[in-house]
């Protein structure tokens, strides 16, 4: 016989009734209810899996309504902007002239510190053509790029193979005042695979309401098994963030160490000034100027300065298609004028994204020319060097932000001094995370 509840024990727990879970059984419009009630209820963990759930739908039209909705709670109320960022992109995929989301899109990347990525994704939205109602949103979002994130970085790693490690010459011979010499090994083009090693940390600390203190602290790596090959960079940069108006100015200055191989290779100490400028609503000017002085440990005769300046003009042609152009000259001093020189060049860039793989290509041109001719050399060092690189992102295998990467690079450079004389082939397979 069954025991009633009068027989049961006094200590007997009472079981608690389920949470409430959306019903297979519901409509579409059902679901939307269920998880906006959950969401506004504070219940995100229910909400998610009932937009989710949403995101899987046939429909695309309810798949990114869906997607849409999570992004904003990830966004807003959970602060979980990396997230909100990959669900908004995902639409994009679908539908790159949804403005809306796009613009969005760029007050998330705002929020994160990414300002570029906010700018070119309000170009993306001005190219493909707003109307007057969103035209307004757009100037508002660019007037708020200020809004800062305090703390942010990237990191990435990739197996890098490459025809050419030390950028040194394929000649057995190298020519001389004094005749031919025979270079050994270790002075010629080396082959290996490698592990890249990039990364970049920042802090800001808001000073008005249209300036920031910011610190960087940046790193790159290219380690191989023989560590005499091995290039490391590391350094950090302090300096104001300034808002006037619609451009921005930004200046930093800090000390830079390089090693290569086991031991220091130099120390450079200099500043940089980058300023911003919008040209009409789809394209942006900027101008950066540098100066720096370098300690060379190897060899003190490169001891000396360093002077550059660089102007890029870039374009968003539609939501899907964007690209640039860019010029630099760079004065280089030192204390034997055989290693002072001036180079300038300028490169060309276009973007597209297809699907959700973004590619890039660029081509580059720089030309050297060397103050004097160094004493064992019979000619003025003068080079031209080409390059040439093609980047794929692929966003649609992103788990918790991070995303496989590709690269291919080309490079040749062509010395009247032979030993400066190269051939190269790189490339990079791996990941790459912001954070």
Known sequence: MNASPADAPASAPVAAPPPPAPARDLSPAQLFAFA????????????????????????????????????????????????????????????PDAARVRLELARIQALRGNVGAAQRELRAAQAGGLPPQVERMVRFYAAALHARKPLGGSLEIAFAPDSNINRATRSDTLGTVLGNFTLDDAAKAKSGLGLAVRGQTYARLPLSAKANLTARLNGQASLYRDPAFND?????????????????????????????????????????????????????????AGL????????????????????????????????GVQANVIRTTARDSGFADVSFGGALFAFREIGRTTVVLNAGYNRLEADARLLLYPRRRSDDRFTAQASLAWRGLQWKGISPIARLRWERNRSTVEIYGYNRVSGEIGLTSAF
Do not use: C
Not at 301 to 315: E, I, M
């Open 232 to 288: 490391i960079l590391g350094g950090i940069q302090i300096g104001p963030e300034l808002m006037l108006g619609a451009d921005r100015l930004t200046l930093s200055a800090g000390p830079t160490w390089r090693w290569y191989g086991p031991a220091p290779y130099s120390f450079t100490l200099g500043g940089n000034a980058s300023y911003q400028h919008p040209l009409g609503t789809k394209a942006q000017l900027r101008v950066d």
């Open 292 to 323: 720096s002085h370098t300690v060379n440990d190897r060899n003190p005769l490169q001891t000396g300065n360093s002077y550059s300046l660089a102007a890029g003009y870039d374009r968003a042609f539609s939501a899907r298609l964007g690209g």
């Open 36 to 95: 906006d009630a959950a969401r506004d209820r504070g219940d995100y963990a229910t909400a998610q899996i009932a937009y989710r759930a949403l995101a899987s739908n046939p429909n695309p039209d309810l798949r990114n309504e869906a997607r849409f909705r999570l992004a904003l709670m990830l966004a807003d109320r959970q602060h979980q902007l990396r997230e909100a960022a990959v669900e908004l992109r995902r639409i994009l995929d679908d539908k």
